[in-house]
């Protein structure tokens, strides 16, 4: 039996354009001979809906959708996923597969397993599959899930239980009450196919694959597994689906964060191993959101103020890499306190990604804000006011730009920054997107040197010399902030691994600056509530996976 692996990027709520593009997958597996061609999760909407998914319209039109993709499975048969009314529990929705052939819909399944951690809310918006069935094509009885329906095997759980090496830090899975694929397979299902939306996250792959190698192995059953691709929002979901042998060995494999037509032989002795880089995938993720959001949202263009720093000199990188040179502006604005090495590192990491380059100065517009404010403050001396100002006016004029131009403003601050506050509302953190406000500052450092590997890009000076915000003479960032070597470390424990105040402790760090790092985290929570949103590469984002009321009293 051939098998297509239509890895496919759907845009939230393009009802026609995902199906267009479901059709042409379907004729062009149809031109290489596949029997079948599976699709991922809910692919005629695009995942996560989320609210849409209460307009009743959305769901018809996606009703008509799916119908008319099943006029279209006539040689080759087609599994999707869309999304079907529970007509016994309204407004509840179920989240489907349609098996399709003869240009018909066969059957429905349903998906059993309803993930509500993190990014994840279907219990919102789903009911549970009733019950699972199977389906009989050519000579084998398939078992269709829906993505979490596969990750709830118990014994695994047990095994890869935190701190093992199979953990590989991926620790929000839940254990259900039911097995899904242990059902199936229960009724003669010798064939397990998984259509999944399940986003990025660092670490995620190598688990992922000994996950679903260890569901083959211990059902004896070979499983197909099919991811989007493609960026929605905050959320990158990689592709890399795959298919397994009954003994669990690899022999097919989609590429990584890009639409492909993998057809595979389901019968297939070949074995394939994969070797993959972990900085190496934070980058095409971080591309790939980039490209997605900028242009999903309507935008061609990108502006970016640069400071000199890494920050920013990475964010730019990302987004030439995104959309390409001509696409992106840079936009140096000095202060008084601006070093002349940080504007050349600005004009120098410009001319190396060939992008456009303007010098905007802010000194007249500081010393009027200074001259219009003296009297309001008169008899205060001056402090982080008068910083905040500058970063202010920065903001002000890249949104002018985005307005003017219709360019769309990537804010450059990292998660470092944006879990101590080290950070100005409506200032540097003013944008459309904060492209690495998921990195760490150290991940930021080892994503810089990997750009660079092979040539200088990021000119050295703005990796080596001591991060600043430049808002007062001298200024360093290790004034104000921990070492971040330390910082993200306890961030990590804290924010990712959410350990308490005194397990922290108990890994060594000192008592004061692990009491200090997490009250300014806490406190902080009111800007981090307005940023705009940012790519998810860790295990826990700041944004809509971690979500911590504002007016609290809760201490770690």
């Avoid at 196919?193 to 190598?206: D, E, L, Q, V």
């Avoid at 950070?423 to 930021?444: E, F, N, Q, R, W």
Wanted: aromatic share 8%; net charge negative.
């Amino acid at each position: 039996m051939k098998i297509a692996i239509a890895q496919i990027n759907p845009t939230i709520a393009d009802i026609t354009g995902n199906r267009e593009k479901i059709i042409s997958f379907i004729q062009k597996a149809e031109s290489r001979g596949a029997d079948m061609v599976i699709f991922p999760e809910m692919a005629t909407i695009g995942y996560p809906p989320m609210d849409l998914l209460e307009n009743r319209k959305l769901i018809n039109d996606n009703l008509t959708s799916i119908n008319e993709i099943a006029r279209h499975a006539q040689r080759t048969a087609v599994i999707c996923g869309y999304v079907e009314l529970d007509p016994d529990n309204y407004p509840l929705l179920f989240n489907a597969a349609a098996f399709m052939r003869n240009g018909t819909i066969i059957s429905r399944h349903y998906k059993t397993l309803l993930p509500t951690y993190d990014v994840f809310d279907e219990l919102r918006y789903f009911s549970r599959a009733r019950e699972q069935s199977t389906v009989k094509f050519m000579d084998r009885t398939l078992g269709i899930n829906i993505c979490e329906d596969i990750w709830n095997d118990r014994a695994y759980n047990e095994e890869s239980s935190p701190g093992t090496d199979k953990y590989e830090r991926y620790d929000h899975r839940r254990t259900y009450d039911i097995d899904p694929i242990q059902i199936l397979t229960d009724k003669k299902a010798d064939l397990i196919i998984n259509i999944s939306a399940s986003p990025f996250t660092r670490g995620k792959n190598s688990f992922k694959r000994m996950m679903l190698s260890e569901v083959a192995k211990k059902h004896a059953t070979p499983v197909i597994y099919i991811n989007q691709v493609g960026g929605n929002d905050s959320l990158v979901f990689d592709g890399n689906s795959l298919a397994f042998d009954r003994e669990g060995n690899i022999i097919g494999h989609a590429k990584a964060f890009e639409e492909d037509l993998a057809v595979i032989d389901i019968n297939s002795q070949r074995k394939i191993e994969i070797h993959e880089n972990d900085i190496e995938e934070i980058r095409q993720a971080l591309v790939l959101g980039i490209r997605d959001y900028v242009h999903k949202c309507g935008f061609t263009k990108v502006v970016i103020g640069l400071s000199g720093g890494i920050d920013s000199a990475l964010t730019t990188v990302l987004a030439v890499q995104a959309l390409g040179a001509e696409h992106v502006t840079g936009i140096t604005m000095p202060s008084v306190y601006s070093s002349t090495g940080s504007i050349e590192d600005s004009r120098t990491l410009a001319k190396n990604l060939g992008i456009r380059f303007e010098i905007v100065p802010i000194k007249g517009l500081y010393n009027q804000y200074r001259n219009d404010l003296e009297q309001l403050f008169r008899g205060k001396p001056e402090d982080v006011t008068e910083e905040n100002i500058q970063a202010r006016i920065r903001g002000n004029i890249l949104m002018a730009v985005s307005n003017k131009e219709k360019s769309l403003v990537l804010s450059t601050g990292n998660k470092s920054e944006l879990a101590m506050g080290y950070c100005t509302l409506y200032g540097d953190m003013s944008g459309g997107l904060a492209a690495i406000s998921d990195l760490p500052k150290t991940l930021v450092y080892q994503l810089s040197e990997h750009i660079n590997r092979e040539q200088e890009i990021i000119p050295e000076a703005s990796i080596t010399k001591a991060p600043s915000a430049e808002l007062r003479p001298n200024q360093k960032d290790q004034d104000t902030l921990p070492p971040y070597e330390v910082l993200d470390k306890i961030l990590e424990l804290y924010i990712e691994d959410r350990n308490s105040e005194d397990e922290i402790i108990a890994h060594g760090f000192p008592e004061d600056m692990v009491r200090r790092v997490l009250h300014i985290v806490n406190i902080n929570e009111y800007k981090r509530r307005q940023a705009a949103p940012g790519i998810k590469v860790t295990a826990k984002a700041f944004g809509v996976g971690r979500r911590i009321p504002l007016a609290q009293l809760f201490r770690p």
